[in-house]
Every structure is written in structure tokens, then in C-alpha cells.
């Protein structure tokens, strides 16, 4: 737990301990990150992932006493007697990046119905992203990706095949809804996806009356984002961020996106070292008003940044794929190509969009949710080449594109946070002992335990998941008897 992800995680506590949005009570790692009116602390963020993680929060709090601390060490550095509740609780954002690779299988096949190629493109978003580092700490970028690809998904499976079920549009609605909950700076994409939904519904006077249904699931989450916003604030229309006296240039959003696109951008999707100096204008470097965040610069020029082709270099073939398929299916690749494009401009316009202390494209993932169907039509096209010659060479650029995305991956999880230290890796390669060879038994252990940290509550795991399996089980596969339990019920 770090100032990053802190302030959500103790509005979670607040709301399940005190049952209330004040986090007068949970400070111990916010700084500086929160959002103070009238003498009482909230988190900066909209209330969404807090409120999506209570479930965890509460399960994590039950199973406490028999949990393991991570490393299975109570001493390791960073370590406090909170560390096995809180890795338990992160569990949430792990659930939703699962379930977002799952959901992009179930796009891929409703794209290319190849089962090889849905796994490919899954486990190619799962592992080769940052997806998996930050499905690994309390922040909100797995949710917001899992929410966003299933209005992607029902777009795609049911308004552009005219099929306007109840169903279908109450999910639509409500993952716009949630997502703003979630993450309103995303407000465009949602927008955009609703335009393209409501477009599909012009020629049917009867879908158009039943996008009522998208505005009874889509205006909850909205409305308890004003309510919050009303409670904390005295003010509906606001933002946390306009109550952060510890930085007070977050409370003009034309500053925050002062940054010229280019040659921001140019960064953002192709850099594999330190920022260039000159992508941070002159006027940033000498305004009074971010002079105390000249540091984040000074280091964001000294550090490693992968851009978003850089960390995930599979991106250009996913680019190429949407190409490919631009004939076939233009509405998709367009409707695709208009979203992450929207992220990446506006994103490349944050004066903090390298993420302080942390570095890296994260900010960027939004994008990568819509280009990665791109893959799915890369890999189709690829593997029904019939002639091996001219098919073996594009299948050994995708392998080995592939696996470098997934070691970014894996080294991004790998010097993730250190627990409740902010801008400390959990792990240095110097850590190793050399010759490596000779100490190869105790290097690979070293290597597995920092990558899977919490490794030793995974018993745990099955307590969670298998009410849930169950039901989803009894609900896909054995729909005729839970209606009967469900009658009997009903009428008893």
C-alpha cells in the first residue's frame, strides 16, 4: 500500500468500519495524495473501486487471522500487521483483470471464432501488458478495463447485430455507468461508446424506447458519484482533486492538460529510455505554481520509460490486424481506432501522464484495451496462410513480439511498489547472486517469490472462488434446475 492507491483502500475501510466517506481515521499512508475539506480527509478519486472492493475488504477481514503475510514473512521490509488484510483486499483488482482477459477471449472468438487465436489474444493482453502489474495494488486500471471491454463486447454482440435485448442494454448501461464511477477522466471514451450504441438504434423506433433501460443501470452509478461528490463537497458537479491543498496546480484541470501533443506522443507510443527533456514545455519547468513537482520531471528524465509499443511491442501487429480487417469490419475498427486514439491524445496531454514515481504507460491502458482486438485479426489472418514458407517467418515476428511483451510484463510486476514504500521497487536484479549459475536454485526462488508475493494464501483463493464458480456454473450449464430451486423458492 502506497500514496498511489492508499486513500481508495482507506475509503473502503471507512465505508465498511465507520460507514462513512471521511478517512480522518485511515491516514497512515495517503500522503500527499488526498483531498481535505472542512477539516475532514477524503480520497482524491471517485468512490467506485472502493466501493467494487468492499466485497474483497470484507472477505480479507474474515480470513485475517489464518491468512499469510506476503513473502510469509511478518519482518520482511514494508511489511506491518495490516499487509495480509490488504494483499487479500487487492484481490478485487485481480479479479477484474482475470476477468477482463476472459472477456477479451469471448471478444475474440465473437471476431474470429478460432479457438487458438482467443487464447493467444487473451493471455497476450493478461501477461504482456501492465495490465498484470497493476492488477496487482489497490488502483483502478483492471476494473476500468474490464468494464470498458464489456460495453465494447455488447456493442459489438448484440447493437450491431440489432439484437436490442433488455439484457443486453441494462449491462451496456451499466458498464458506462460504473466506469464513471470508476474513472470519470475517461467521460469522452464513455460518450463515444453510447453515441455508437444509440447510432445502431436510430433505424429501429423500438430499440430506440428500449434504451430506457440503458439510462435505469447507467444513471445509478452516476448518481451516487453526485451524491458523494454532494456529501464530501457540498457540491455535486466537483472533483477530489480540487481539494488537494498538498498540490494545488491538480485544482486548475486546464493546467493538468497543458502539455503539448507532440513531442508528447511521439514518447508516449515509442520511447525506450529516459523522457527528452524538451517534452516538459519551458513554461512547465518555470511555472510557481508546479515548482514543487520539478522533482517528478527531474526524475521522469532520469528514468526508464517504455512507451506503449515499447512495453508491449505486439501493439504493431494489432495496428497491422485492424488494417487487415478495416474492409470487413469498419465499424469495429473504426469505432476501435477513434477510442484509443481519444486516450492516447488526451492522456499525452497530462503533465503527469508518465505517472510519478511510477514511470511508466500505465495511464495509457485504456488504449490498449480496444487496440489489443486488433491482434485477434492479426493472428486469424496469420495462421490461415496456407503456404509455410511465407507463413513460418510472420509467425516466428509474432512469437517473438509476444514473449518480449510478456517479459515486460513480468519485469513490470516484478519491481512493482515495495509494500508502503512509493517509488521503491520490491525487487533489484542486483539482489541476485552471482555467478548466477552457481546459485540457480536460490535465484529462481528469489525470482518466483517476488513475482508472486502472495503465493502462500493461494489456498485461500478456493474459499473465494468457489461460490462464485458454482453459480456461474449452475447458470450456464444447469439453467433448468436453478429456475427450479429458484421457483421453489419463490414459492414456498
Do not use: C
Amino acid at each position: 500500500m502506497n500514496s498511489l492507491d492508499a486513500p481508495q483502500y482507506a475509503l473502503t475501510q471507512a465505508l465498511v468500519e465507520k460507514k462513512t466517506i471521511k478517512i480522518n481515521n485511515y491516514t497512515q499512508w495517503i500522503y500527499p495524495d488526498f483531498a481535505q475539506y472542512k477539516n475532514n480527509i477524503y480520497s482524491l478519486r471517485t468512490p467506485g473501486e472502493s466501493i467494487v472492493a468492499i466485497p474483497f475488504y470484507l472477505f480479507a477481514k474474515t480470513l485475517q487471522p489464518v491468512a499469510n503475510f506476503p513473502y510469509k514473512d511478518p519482518t520482511y521490509t514494508g511489511i506491518t500487521k495490516e499487509s495480509n488484510r490488504e494483499a487479500l483486499s487487492i484481490l478485487y483488482n485481480a479479479t477484474f483483470g482475470a476477468a477482463a482477459a476472459v472477456l477479451l477471449f469471448f471478444l475474440s472468438w465473437e471476431l474470429t471464432a478460432s479457438l487458438t487465436v482467443s487464447i493467444i489474444t487473451s493471455l497476450s493482453f493478461g501477461l504482456g501488458t501492465l495490465i498484470w502489474r497493476y492488477s496487482s495494488s489497490f488502483q483502478r486500471f483492471s476494473v476500468v478495463s474490464f468494464f470498458l471491454l464489456a460495453a465494447f463486447f455488447i456493442y459489438i454482440k448484440y447493437f450491431l447485430k440489432k439484437k436490442f435485448t433488455p439484457f443486453a442494454i441494462l449491462i451496456f448501461g451499466f458498464s458506462i455507468g460504473i466506469t464513471f464511477l470508476i474513472d470519470h477522466s475517461v467521460i469522452f471514451l464513455l460518450l463515444l461508446l453510447s453515441i455508437a450504441a444509440f447510432i445502431e438504434t436510430l433505424q429501429t423506433p423500438k430499440a430506440l424506447i428500449k434504451m430506457r433501460y440503458f439510462l435505469y443501470t447507467a444513471l445509478i452509478p452516476i448518481f451516487i458519484f453526485l451524491l458523494y461528490n454532494f456529501i464530501a463537497f457540498d457540491n455535486p458537479f466537483t472533483s477530489g482533486y480540487m481539494y488537494m491543498e498538498t498540490r494545488p496546480y491538480f485544482k486548475n484541470p486546464v493546467f493538468i492538460y497543458s502539455l503539448p501533443v507532440f513531442p508528447g506522443i511521439i514518447t508516449n507510443l515509442f520511447s525506450n529510455g529516459p523522457i527528452p527533456r524538451n517534452v516538459f514545455p519551458d513554461k512547465l519547468w518555470n511555472d510557481p505554481l508546479y515548482l514543487q513537482s520539478n522533482t517528478n520531471m527531474e526524475w521522469a528524465i532520469r528514468n526508464h520509460y517504455k512507451g506503449l509499443f515499447t512495453q508491449s511491442p505486439f501493439l504493431y501487429l494489432a495496428i497491422a490486424g485492424l488494417l487487415i480487417a478495416l474492409r470487413k469490419r469498419k465499424k469495429i475498427i473504426v469505432l476501435s481506432l477513434l477510442l484509443s486514439s481519444l486516450t492516447i491524445i488526451q492522456t499525452s496531454k497530462l503533465v503527469y501522464f508518465y505517472g510519478p514515481t511510477a514511470y511508466d504507460s500505465h495511464y495509457f491502458l485504456p488504449a490498449v484495451t480496444f487496440l489489443i482486438i486488433g491482434l485477434a485479426f492479426w493472428w486469424k489472418k496469420i495462421l490461415d496462410i496456407k503456404n509455410q514458407l511465407i507463413k513460418l517467418p510472420f509467425i516466428l515476428l509474432s512469437v517473438f513480439a509476444t514473449l518480449f511483451a510478456i517479459y515486460n510484463g513480468w519485469y513490470s510486476a516484478l519491481t512493482n511498489f515495495a509494500p508502503h514504500v512509493t517509488g521503491e521497487h520490491r525487487f533489484y536484479f542486483e539482489q541476485l547472486k552471482q555467478p548466477f549459475l552457481h546459485y540457480t536454485n536460490e535465484n529462481l526462488s528469489m525470482l518466483f517469490i517476488n513475482t508472486f508475493p502472495n503465493i502462500y494464501n493461494i489456498h485461500l483463493l478456493f474459499l473465494f472462488y468457489f461460490p462464485l464458480f458454482f453459480i456461474i456454473y449452475l447458470l450456464l450449464f444447469q439453467r433448468k434446475l436453478t429456475k427450479r430451486i429458484i421457483s421453489k423458492l419463490i414459492h414456498r
